[in-house]
């Protein structure tokens, strides 16, 4: 029997009698923190870690580390969760506490509060997530692995292999409200009596983190950013025009991109006579998102965007192709956002076109050839400098068009218009020459649905020749701009605008104000919700920057005036959205792009409402 002459055995007897010694001593332990809530369910990482992702990694990094978007742009930076000094010093309750109510500074909110007060909140079981994906960030999955071993080696034959024999290692009270480094040092030797024999640091680290993991459900961080080890993708083709399996053995594609937009893989395979296609992938980045193509009557056609998981490593995604045709009749123009500028001697019009198709089939021109031209777009007499671009979803991003055919009267597309309302947007910018007075007027070459014309106020009229229908004035800071709307042009007709009257206010090549003490141009984007859906746009095509942040700004809108009502439908900014409208906030008034009134004013709403 080892005893006092034999230390190493002795202690290997007395570890397990002075570590329960120990907990019971803990147990007694004065801890300073406030006393907090404690979960009703051990948290779950894994569920923390997808909320983390959406609400989190944008300060505090993907991973934890200080590293996100918004950190450089922080005026206190983002807790590192990696570092070892903060997880040891952290304790559960305080976290959560700091969770719900965020951080306020001198000059605003470090972080928002995601509790009750929160215009987005999270629930209090998803807060307790979140704390144990704090700890499974900054728990390295071979360091818990490491302490498993001791733990085995020198706890399990009291406390059990759960942890729930002798003191009760997932009891969440006790872990709540201590840290790892109160646990670390009252298991150190010389606060026990009797204790001659401790753990080297490391390995006292270690334990003490895997005894933490019995309050929790601990889940590897990294585990995401292994490869996949297989995975399939598998789907059908549906001809959409005659509703049914298209069973030609023609050629499938799968393009896998990285999350910069490179390719990262590519498969082809033969679509078989059952209209079915399959592909196998192995040992893939899990954050590859898959598409299908295929060539189908000289048009390319895709499926939706999809993506493979270690618990859902199969995807199926369906292709839809149409026939095609010269026929233009189902072709209509659902919408035409007309935006005015006045520059020195000239107007400068922005027309967004979107285009429709009502038939069951994909309009390819009149020579069936789509590269020979499609649908056409006709500019007024007299325009100058035409630019075009184009967007095909979302309206954050467009693309310089270097395709367009020029015609005797217009300008021909060669995108094929595929069936869906909105199915493809081109966007138009060209100057007139402006002296006073001026028509824009061309014909549009479909029926059209409806249309917008977004007019700053600064002098000029819109005289009523019929067909706009006001949508009075909004203003902003002192700057009007006239909305006007028409609908049901019929395909044949002159979309007509006359202008009357000299501008009191114009805008140079830059977008800034001449004669004036700001841009209107950059006020606007910088509240541009209160203006109507068109007016929104038109400011993206005005300044050729991001307003889907910038947006949150104008959700409450300075007084006066009286705050416009949001479009409907329209969501509400959540708190991402609104940390990086100060940000660009910030961002222009260090430009010189808004005056100090209304950048303290704004940033003031902005604060508000965080």
Same mark, same amino acid.
């Given at each position: ?46 569920? %923390? ?172 961080? $990294? ?11 598998? %789907? ?63 048009? $390319? ?87 075009? $671009? ?114 009191? $206010? ?105």
């Amino acid at each position: 029997m080892p005893d006092k002459r034999h230390p190493a055995g002795a202690a290997r007897l007395l570890i397990p009698l002075l570590l329960v010694t120990a907990i019971l001593l803990l147990t007694i332990f004065q801890v300073t923190a406030q006393e907090a809530a404690v979960p009703l369910a051990p948290p779950d990482a894994a569920a %923390g870690l997808q909320v983390y992702a959406e609400r989190c990694a944008n300060c505090h990094g993907p991973l934890g580390n200080g590293d996100g978007e918004l950190a450089a742009r922080s005026a206190v930076p983002p807790v590192v969760f990696t570092d070892p000094e903060y997880i040891r010093q952290a304790r559960p309750g305080l976290m959560f506490t700091t969770i719900t109510n965020g951080i306020m500074g001198d000059n605003g909110p470090t972080m928002p509060p995601f509790g009750p007060s929160s215009s987005n909140p999270i629930d209090e079981a998803t807060r307790w997530d979140l704390i144990a994906a704090v700890y499974s960030l900054a728990t390295p999955a071979d360091s818990l692995a490491a302490g498993q071993v001791v733990y085995e080696a020198n706890c399990q034959s009291c406390h059990g292999e759960s942890g729930t024999e002798a003191f009760d290692l997932t009891d969440q009270t006790y872990w709540a409200n201590r840290s790892n480094q109160d646990v670390f040092t009252a298991l150190q030797g010389d606060t026990i009596a009797d204790h001659t024999y401790t753990l080297d640091e490391d390995a006292l680290w270690q334990v003490v983190d895997y005894s933490r993991s019995f309050s929790y459900v601990y889940e590897d961080p $990294q585990a995401a950013f292994a490869p996949l080890p297989a995975g399939t993708i598998a %789907g059908s083709v549906l001809n959409g025009t005659q509703n049914a399996m298209l069973t030609t053995p023609i050629s499938i594609t799968l393009n896998a991109f990285s999350p910069d937009f490179q390719i990262a893989l590519t498969q082809t395979t033969t679509l078989d006579d059952q209209g079915s296609f399959f592909f196998e992938v192995t040992d893939v980045a899990p954050d590859l998102v898959y598409v299908v193509t295929l060539d189908y009557q000289g048009v $390319q056609f895709g499926s939706d965007f999809g993506s493979l998981s270690r618990s859902q490593p199969s995807l199926e995604i369906p292709v839809i192709v149409y026939d095609t045709t010269t026929d233009p009749a189902g072709v209509t123009i659902d919408q035409i956002h007309v935006i005015l500028e006045f520059g020195e001697g000239q107007v400068v019009v922005n027309e967004l076109y979107q285009f429709g198709n009502s038939s069951p089939t994909v309009y390819v021109g009149p020579t069936g050839n789509n590269r020979e031209g499609t649908v056409q777009i006709a500019l007024p007499a007299g325009a100058q400098n035409p630019v075009f $671009q184009r967007t095909f979803g979302s309206l954050d991003n467009f693309l310089p068009v270097n395709n367009m055919i020029p015609l005797e009267d217009a300008w021909a597309d060669t995108v094929p218009i595929r069936p869906g309302r909105a199915s493809m947007s081109l966007l138009t910018r060209y100057t007139l020459p402006y002296e006073g007075e001026t028509t824009i007027e061309h014909p549009v070459f479909y029926d059209l649905v409806n249309a917008n014309l977004v007019l700053p106020d600064v002098g000029v009229a819109l005289d009523d020749n019929g067909q706009w229908v006001s949508g009075g004035a909004q203003s902003l800071d002192g700057s009007n701009f006239l909305s006007y709307a028409l609908s049901n042009l019929p395909a044949g007709s002159d979309l007509t605008i006359i202008l009357n009257g000299e501008p009191t $206010q114009v805008t140079d090549g830059s977008g800034n104000t001449i004669a004036a003490p700001r841009s209107q141009t950059n006020e606007l984007l910088i509240g541009g919700g209160v203006l109507l859906i068109a007016a929104a746009v038109a400011i993206y095509f005005i300044s050729n920057r991001r307003t889907a942040a910038l947006a949150a700004a104008a959700t409450v809108p300075p007084e006066p005036p009286a705050p416009p009502e949001l479009p409907p439908g329209a969501p509400a900014p959540g708190r991402d959205e609104i940390l990086l409208a100060i940000a660009d906030l910030d961002d222009a008034y260090e430009r010189g792009e808004i005056t100090e009134e209304a950048y303290q004013a704004r940033r003031q709403e902005l604060k508000e409402l965080l």
